[in-house]
């Protein structure tokens, strides 16, 4: 291996302190923390808000974790309004900007393009793909009858 562009690559000790669990491991994540574990040798620590030990799909327990605060700052909101009802500007929609002339000329002159048409077959009930001659599409212009193949000339 190359030396000095490979992270540095450690165990590492990962707790959830909601749920009182932590787990050793190897990790390249960069953290300032550390503790003593089990083995009484000291490593990095990296805090975790969620973790299977905790997470209700693992447990089986619907149990609102807020970690992030949320609660708090509702209730510091509804105290502004002292539990009236508070009404809300409405949103305003930005207008679509104006098109220049040459984006219109661009426009205006690309071709239209027509979608293929579905072809019956496996999934439209009618006979399988591969026989007989497509439907022809709407307003497209009849084949032109095969033009006779040039003669090859050989050296």
Avoid: C
């Avoid at 165990?11 to 960069?30: E, G, H, I």
């Avoid at 992030?68 to 929609?93: H, S």
């Avoid at 009618?126 to 497209?140: D, I, L, M, S, T």
């Amino acid at each position: 291996m190359k030396e000095g562009i490979h992270p540095n690559y450690r165990p590492v000790v990962f707790q959830d302190p909601s749920a009182n669990y932590a787990f050793l491991t190897r990790s390249t994540v960069k953290t300032q923390k550390t503790i003593q574990w089990e083995d009484g040798k000291e490593y990095p620590l990296v805090t975790l808000e969620i973790s299977s030990a905790s997470h209700p799909f693992y447990t089986g327990r619907q149990k609102l974790m807020d970690t992030a605060g949320r609660v708090e700052r509702f209730e510091k909101r509804f105290a502004k309004t002292e539990g009236k009802l508070v009404e809300r500007k409405p949103k305003t929609i930005k207008a679509v900007p104006k098109l220049s002339a040459a984006v219109k000329k661009v426009l205006k002159n690309a071709p239209t393009v027509i979608a293929p048409l579905k072809r019956e077959g496996r999934d439209g009930g009618g006979p399988p793909r591969g026989r007989g001659k497509p439907p022809a599409r709407p307003g497209a212009k009849p084949a032109s009858p095969a033009s006779p193949a040039a003669p090859k000339t050989g050296k």
